[in-house]
């Protein structure tokens, strides 16, 4: 819906305006002008509801959702204890995710059939 503002809503008593000169974004601060992360992050809000249901999201689920393409293969670190607090250095896991829906916007990775088990620093590298 739209809304609607009263004049006591912008305006104070002595006729100043209370909105701020200069807005500042809450979630995603780009340097300088520069608004299409702005963009991007709006869109993308508005694909899963609200700015709120970004929360939580991951980097694959969202180039599914701009491209399209249902599956994002992704090279993530195995965790290096029980915690998963830290990662192995110098070892990555071959991962894809799939698009699930508008609501599963986290991490949903699973192993790559005919991957090979890990990847040094070098091999990924490579890959890329």
Do not use: N
């Not at 991007?40 to 180039?63: N, T």
């Amino acid at each position: 819906g739209t809304k609607v503002y009263k004049h006591e809503d912008l305006y104070d008593a002595q006729g100043r305006k209370k909105i701020p000169g200069k807005w500042v974004p809450l979630f995603g601060r780009p340097k300088g002008a520069k608004v299409w992360a702005l963009l991007l992050e709006k869109a993308m809000a508005k694909f899963v509801g609200c700015y709120a249901h970004l929360s939580g999201g991951s980097e694959p689920y969202a180039l599914m959702a701009f491209t399209g393409f249902p599956i994002v293969y992704c090279f993530v670190r195995p965790a290096a204890d029980e915690q998963e607090t830290e990662a192995v250095r110098g070892r990555w896991e071959w991962a894809g995710a799939q698009y699930i829906s508008r609501e599963a916007t986290g991490q949903c990775y699973a192993r790559v059939p005919d991957a090979p088990d890990s990847l040094s620093d070098a091999q990924l590298w490579t890959k890329l």
